[in-house]
């Protein structure tokens, strides 16, 4: 049997409907903020590698890699072009590139499992100054590429090669013996 309703049943019904109502946009609210947080904490450890090379006459070239970002950058690929066609070297680099050999090559080791933190600038290889210098700068402008792969401590990675102006998301790094740098 249905009992006509009172006013105080209705009440209580809408009431009821309204708490119900208020608790799901509360639950939703909060996980809006949890998302917000992540990303927050993804930020916060955001790597970002830049590449730069440099030759003024009568100085030493300079390759290099910094880390402009806020988290560490770990590095899971390192790979050197010449001509599109990998290198393994840093003195077969020089050779293909100037026809001279590597004499007083300084260079870095940057490899898997190299970490750069932020505000690290690592010197990838320097050629002392004189004329090999002038002729690896003027060849490595448009002959030689490199490539790093590096991941954030939340794997999220990106490549950063020295044709493109910024680094580009990627899902992972891969690795490839035959086309991996030694140093």
């Known amino acids: 049997m249905n009992e006509p309703r009172t006013r105080a049943d209705r009440v209580d019904r809408w009431l009821s409907l309204a708490a119900g109502v208020a608790a799901l946009f509360a639950v939703g609210v909060s996980l809006y903020q949890a998302r917000l947080a992540r990303e927050q904490l993804r930020a916060s450890a955001w790597p970002y590698l830049a590449q730069s090379n440099s030759y003024v006459p009568e100085q030493p070239y300079t390759r290099q890699v910094e880390n402009q970002g806020v988290g560490p950058a770990r590095v899971r690929a390192f790979r050197v072009l010449v001509d599109g066609r990998p290198a393994q070297t840093w003195g077969a680099v020089v ?42 700068w003027a060849a490595a402008q448009t002959r030689l590429e490199t490539v790093i792969c590096y991941c954030s401590i939340y794997d999220e990675c990106w490549e950063a090669d020295s044709r493109l102006e910024e680094p580009v998301p990627v899902r992972a790094c891969t690795t490839d013996a035959g086309t ?4």
């Open 95 to 136: 050779r293909s590139l100037t026809g001279a050999p590597d004499s007083a090559v300084v260079y870095s080791s940057l490899s898997r499992g190299s970490v750069l933190s932020p505000g690290t600038v690592l010197t990838l290889l320097q050629l002392p100054a004189g004329q090999q210098a002038e002729r690896f």
């Open 180 to 183: 991996a740098f030694r140093q």
